[in-house]
C-alpha cells in the first residue's frame, strides 16, 4: 500500500532563512507527488507536484520540490521564507486511475522574527 | 461562486445525533471527493463520485457513513449515530474531469464536526 513519511511534526525557521521540508514515499512504480498547504481554518491549497519529466518541479509562492527516485523522497525546499509561509504542509501521493490521494500527517512551519 | 463551498462550517452534535455535511463543487466539475482529517493528523479518504457514480467508497469507517451526489453536482455527507471519534474536519474536493494529475483538486475549507 501506499504510504507517506513526513518526519518533522514541526520545524522553525526564521524569516529570510530557508526551508526544507522532508517527504518520503512508499510505493512501488513511479508514483504522482503533490505538497499542499494549510492555513488555519481553511482547505488544501496546492503548491506543486510531480508525475514525470523533470525531477526539479516549480511551484507557487517560490517553493519547489525535487524528486529522488534513489531515495524515495519529495522534499519541499524555499530559499527565502516569509512570515506568511506560516502553515501546516502535507505531502501527498497518488496512484493514477485509484485517484485518491494518501496524505503524510504534515509538517507544522512556524515562522520567528 | 468560483470556489468549492462546504456547510456548516462548523457542527456540533450530541453523540448518537445524525448530521449531514454538504459540499458544494465548482460548476462542472465531474469528479467529487470526500476526506476526513482528524486532529493532527493528514486527510484521509472517504469517497469519491464521477458524476452521480460513487465509483470508491473502500475510505468509509463503518456504515455510518453514507455519501451522496444523485444529480452529480451537490453532494451530502451523512453520519448516522455519531460518535466522539468521528469529531474532525470533513473535507470535500472536486476536479474538472479524473484526478489531481490532469487537472488538479480544489479542495473546499470543510466543515469541523465536534462530538460531544
Known amino acids: 500500500a501506499q504510504s507517506v513519511t513526513q518526519p518533522d511534526i514541526h520545524i522553525t525557521v526564521s524569516e529570510g532563512a530557508s526551508l526544507e521540508l522532508r517527504c518520503n514515499y512508499s510505493?512501488?512504480?513511479?508514483?504522482?507527488l503533490f505538497w499542499y498547504v494549510q492555513s488555519p481554518g481553511q482547505g488544501l491549497q496546492l503548491l506543486l507536484k510531480?508525475?514525470?519529466?523533470?525531477?526539479l518541479v516549480q511551484g507557487i509562492k517560490g517553493f519547489e520540490a525535487e524528486f529522488k527516485r534513489s531515495q524515495s523522497s519529495f522534499n519541499l525546499r524555499k530559499p527565502s521564507v516569509h512570515w506568511s509561509d506560516a502553515a501546516e504542509y502535507f505531502c501527498?501521493?497518488?496512484?493514477?486511475?485509484?485517484?485518491?490521494?494518501?496524505f503524510g500527517t504534515g509538517t507544522r512551519l512556524l515562522v520567528s522574527p | 461562486g468560483a470556489g468549492v463551498s462546504q456547510s456548516p462550517r462548523y457542527k456540533v452534535a450530541k453523540r448518537g445525533q445524525d448530521v449531514a455535511l454538504r459540499c458544494d463543487p465548482i460548476?462542472?466539475?465531474?469528479?467529487l471527493f470526500w476526506y476526513q482529517q482528524a486532529l493532527g493528523q493528514g486527510p484521509e479518504f472517504l469517497t469519491y463520485?464521477?458524476?452521480?457514480?460513487?465509483?470508491?467508497k473502500s475510505g468509509l469507517p463503518s456504515d455510518r457513513f453514507f455519501a451522496e451526489r444523485p444529480e452529480g453536482s451537490v453532494s451530502t455527507l451523512k453520519i448516522q449515530r455519531t460518535q466522539q471519534e468521528d469529531s474532525a474536519v470533513y473535507l470535500c474536493?472536486?476536479?474538472?474531469?479524473?484526478?489531481?494529475?490532469?487537472?488538479?483538486?480544489?479542495f473546499g475549507s470543510g466543515t469541523r464536526l465536534t462530538v460531544v
Open positions: 474536493a472536486s476536479s474538472l474531469v479524473g484526478g489531481e494529475f490532469n487537472y488538479g483538486y480544489t
Open positions: 510505493y512501488g512504480a513511479t508514483p504522482y
Open positions: 510531480y508525475f514525470s519529466g523533470d525531477t
Open positions: 501527498a501521493v497518488m496512484n493514477t486511475g485509484f485517484q485518491k490521494l494518501v
Open positions: 460548476s462542472g466539475h465531474v469528479s
Open positions: 463520485f464521477q458524476n452521480e457514480a460513487q465509483l470508491d
